[in-house]
C-alpha cells in the first residue's frame, strides 16, 4: 500500500503490521479512503488481505437489490454492510496475489466507493 500511495500521490498511514489506511486521490479534487486489513481466514487457514472503503450510514431505504446486482460487474470489489455503514471491500489472499492485482485492487475500491456515494448522497463525505 505505502508503494502504491507514493505512486499515485496519496498519503499513507499504518496504524500497525496489520492495519493501514491510503488516502486515494481521484479525478476532480476528490478523495477516498482506503482501509487495508490483514487478517487469518480460519476457514482456509491463510492469511487475506481486505481493501474497504465507506460509502454511506447504512439505512433501509438504500437500493439493495440494485446494488448488489451491480456489484456483478465489479472485477474486485462487493458491497457489504459493516458497523451501520454500506461499504465497498475488496479480498483476496496474501500469498500469491501480485502487487498489480492489489493496485488495482485499491483503485477500485476507492472508485466504487466515491461514485456509488455521490450516487447516493450527492456528496463527497469519505
Known amino acids: 500500500m505505502k508503494s502504491y500511495s507514493d505512486e499515485i ?7 500497525d503490521n496489520t492495519h493501514s489506511i491510503i488516502v486515494v486521490p481521484l ?10 486489513t490483514i487478517k487469518e481466514n ?7 488481505v481486505t481493501f474497504t472503503s465507506k460509502i454511506c450510514n447504512y439505512h433501509a431505504g438504500l437500493p439493495l ?17 459493516s458497523d451501520d455503514f454500506l ?3 475488496g479480498v483476496a489472499s496474501l500469498e ?12 477500485e475500491v476507492a472508485n466504487l466507493a466515491d461514485q456509488y456515494e455521490f450516487k447516493l448522497t450527492g456528496a463527497d463525505v469519505h
Do not use: P
Not at 9 to 15: A, F, K, R
Not at 43 to 48: D, G, Q, V
Not at 65 to 81: D, H, M, P, T, V
Open 9 to 15: 500521490g496519496g498519503q499513507y498511514s499504518s496504524y
Open 27 to 36: 479525478a476532480g479534487g476528490r478523495f477516498q479512503s482506503v482501509i487495508g
Open 42 to 48: 480460519k476457514l482456509y487457514s491463510r492469511n487475506m
Open 65 to 81: 437489490k440494485n446494488l448488489l446486482e451491480q456489484s456483478a460487474l465489479f472485477n474486485y470489489g462487493r458491497f457489504i454492510i
Open 87 to 89: 461499504q465497498i471491500e
Open 96 to 107: 500469491g496475489t501480485s502487487e498489480s492485482s492489489v493496485k488495482e485492487m485499491i483503485q
